[in-house]
């Protein structure tokens, strides 16, 4: 795409509209950025590619597709993580839709927002949005911020709290990578020795990553878990989940905040409200 023909990240405008219609109009942000990444048949060096601020360029890149998709309605608001097409998008024919006009339309409803925002002295005043998404980059940045040594502690604590047992740190050198290992107990009759690895950076985990630590759980354990603070490329997300092999949990740096949150590790819990502005108008 030529430069003067919009942003980089517009690219993924078709592809994500393309993977939640094969998905049936709805799709969780991990399934519709992992095919929109198939779709253009981006290499995995290009998925490694970091930003300053944390994460990759391209999934980054994704995120801001979503975000103007949704202020042109194409894609409704996020429930739980899942994105989901409204009636404009379920109609998007996207070998012959002018997403390059999409895009200046959403440009101008953002800025258009702006301006009434500045102009509303009557909007109700919201706390706390802004702080949790504040908070949640903080917390990743606070992660990956540790030691090495701090961190495989961190995620052996992480592990006990989610209910596994006898969690052990070797972390030893010729080791093949294992960070650690522990035991997960179904229910009376069954359990399973897991072996986990740590992977502390801002980059993006590969699949031949993924088969060295396969290799090195051989005879070791019945499953794995493979812990980053960064994040998964497309195929090595599908190395992990290949038939015939040992399966192998991947934890992203979105995931491990998600379970910080759900376990209030690390966290103090706030409540916030929102200021009824319509509420004092009656005593002014």
């Known amino acids: 795409m030529k430069k ?13 509209v393309i993977a939640l ?17 198939e779709l253009l048949d981006i290499s995995e060096e290009e998925q490694k590619i970091e930003l300053p601020s944390g994460g990759t360029r391209v999934r980054n890149q994704v995120q801001f597709a979503r975000a103007y998709l949704k202020e042109a309605n194409v894609i409704g608001d996020s ?4 994105w989901t097409l409204t009636d404009i998008g379920l109609n998007i024919d996207p070998s012959k839709y002018d997403f390059r006009s999409l895009y200046k339309k959403a440009v101008k409803s953002f800025s258009d927002k ?20 504040t908070c949640r980059n903080v917390l990743l940045q606070k992660l990956k911020s540790l030691s090495p040594d701090g961190f495989e502690r961190l995620c052996q604590r992480l592990l006990r709290e989610s209910g596994f047992d006898q969690v052990k740190v070797t972390g030893r050198s010729g080791d093949g990578g294992i960070d650690g290992i522990g035991i997960l107990q179904v229910n009376p009759f069954v359990s399973f020795n897991v072996l986990f690895q740590c992977k502390k950076y801002s980059g993006s985990v590969t699949a031949s990553q993924v088969r060295d630590f396969r290799g090195a759980m051989s005879g070791r ?36 905040v998600k ?15 929102d200021i009824d502005e319509a509420f004092f108008e009656q005593y002014e």
């Open 4 to 16: 003067n023909d919009g942003p980089e990240f517009l690219r993924f405008f078709g592809p994500i």
């Open 21 to 37: 219609k094969e998905k049936g109009g709805s799709g969780t942000s991990a399934e519709i950025t992992d095919r929109a990444i």
């Open 79 to 82: 429930q739980r993580g899942v």
């Open 221 to 256: 354990a019945d499953k794995g878990i493979l812990i980053t603070t960064g994040s998964f490329t497309v195929s090595s997300k599908s190395e992990a989940r290949r038939d015939g092999v040992p399966p192998i949990e991947l934890v992203d740096g979105e995931d491990l």
């Open 114 to 133: 702006n301006k009434q925002k500045k102009c509303d002295k009557k909007n109700i005043t919201t706390l706390g949005d802004d702080e949790k998404l």
């Open 259 to 273: 379970l910080f949150e759900d376990l209030e590790l690390g966290l103090i819990p706030r409540k916030v409200y």
